[in-house]
């Protein structure tokens, strides 16, 4: 898992800077027990954007490397 270190906000989307990325692919990742779909981020090291305008300094993101419908019926 990894933990968000900085971040800022645009019109409708928070852009977190993580301490690191996950060696995998991922199809949405999970903060705060809440599912985010990833908003593509192109060229800036580390960084995971999503829609949402609250705050996820110091969260831990886990990264889901399956789709939703399959992670549902293993949890």
Same mark, same amino acid.
């Given at each position: ?6 971040? &800022? %906000? @645009?019109?409708? %989307? #928070?852009?977190? $800077? ?5 060696? %995998?692919? +991922? +199809? +949405? &990742? $999970?903060?705060? !027990?809440?599912? =985010?779909?990833?908003?593509?981020? =192109?060229?800036?090291?580390? @960084? $995971? #954007?999503?829609? *949402?305008?609250? *705050? &996820?300094? !110091?969260?831990?993101?886990?990264? $889901? ?5 399959? +992670?549902?019926?293993?949890?």
């Amino acid at each position: 898992m990894c933990k968000v270190i900085k971040e &800022f %906000h @645009t019109h409708k %989307h #928070a852009v977190m $800077i993580l301490d690191k990325m996950p060696e %995998h692919n +991922y +199809y +949405y &990742f $999970i903060i705060d !027990g809440k599912k =985010y779909k990833p908003v593509p981020v =192109y060229d800036v090291k580390n @960084t $995971i #954007a999503v829609e *949402s305008d609250k *705050s &996820f300094i !110091g969260k831990t993101v886990k990264f $889901i490397n399956e789709p939703l419908e399959r +992670y549902k019926k293993r949890t």
